[in-house]
């Protein structure tokens, strides 16, 4: 194995659920930066990591990092990097590039710079001029933020979102790794009711399932660094049956998912069913307001409309006062929110324990955070949030 430095990258604004999520994975030492959480790991890392990480966006390996003001300082120190103990002869390596707040400003010009000191690398340890680029894929990233160039391998492939369960999309889906990360925020537990009303394709209550069940979200699809040799099969075997062995039975109680729209709900069972998790949601038509429910200490976790278009933004204010009637019976529940829309606390008609600024895609978002009480008899432990902040 080796001592790798990894980096998992994050929504602006998840960096520290992240981190939470790498501790709770065993790792130490983080470094918690912008849109990222740096950590050292080995080659076992890279697959738990891509199969365990619920709110990260992609498991990338860090080759190397240095100030660079110049394109030649940008080319001498990028051909000082070890390229070969990654990229084979054949290996594809297309290089993307981004620059924030830095003089060497001008991407494409980076991209290529960096392209051709990675060739001038190879060429010497492979002792060839030309590189055909016929085999597998380590897709290269330089980053240069306020001069400080980092150079990256992404080893996941498609973002970590994409867990193989959502094959068709609802309107205005959550992206899963948001979805995952509102969860883990919440202070909801497998022992606790949980509701989403707004469920669309069903994105919250499956990664709840996911989470209460201890279920890997990566178990059913493959990672990109699955066809390295550097990254053994048997390393992803091992990973695979740890994963497989912790998954634990079936909850105390359904898991419930609502909308008013008999098409999502559709949606959002086929959603389930191929996630594994169709068992332990119980799916409903029904519109928030028709809401009732008889057991204590449930959850709320939701994503309502937002309003985003014109027009749209009274009917939203319309729900949130339906919202607000609807949970008003429900003293001892904890409602979670995620909106754009800047009205939310004033129809819900109270005002949130805690607001937290979160990214919907591109939209800002306040995910608003009411806490009921704590059931008594549960344990101080289980009341933590799995990620969060105390209130
Ligand atoms: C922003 S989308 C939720 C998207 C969902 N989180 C996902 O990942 O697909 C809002 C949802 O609220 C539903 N909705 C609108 N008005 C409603 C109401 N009065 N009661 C229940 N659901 C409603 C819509 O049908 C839509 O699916």
Redesign the pocket.
Known sequence: MSRLELIATAAFGLEAVVARELEALGYEGLQVEDGRVRFIGDELAVCRCNLWLRSADRVLILVGQFPARSFGQLFDQATELPWEQWVPADGKFPVSGKSIRSTLHHVPTVQSVVKKAIVERLKKTYQRHWFQETGVEYPIEVGILKDQVSLTIDTSGDGLHKRGY?RQ????????TT?AALILLSYWNAQRPFL?????????AIEAALIGRNRAPGMNRNFLCETWGQITREQWKQAREEARDVVKGKFPMQLMA????SQ?IK??ESHAADAGVIGDIQFRT?????FKSQREYGVVV?????GERIGDEE?AA??YD?MADAFAPLSTWSIYALTSHPGFERCFRRRADRRRKLYNGRIECTYYQYYGPRPSGEAQTEMVPLFGDEP
């Open positions: 959502r999309v609802g309107i205005a889906p959550l992206r899963e979805a989403d009303p707004f469920c669309g394709s069903g994105t919250i609502s909308d008013i729209d999502a949606l959002a029904l519109d928030v307001l028709e939701c994503n309502p409309p937002y009917y319309a729900i339906d």
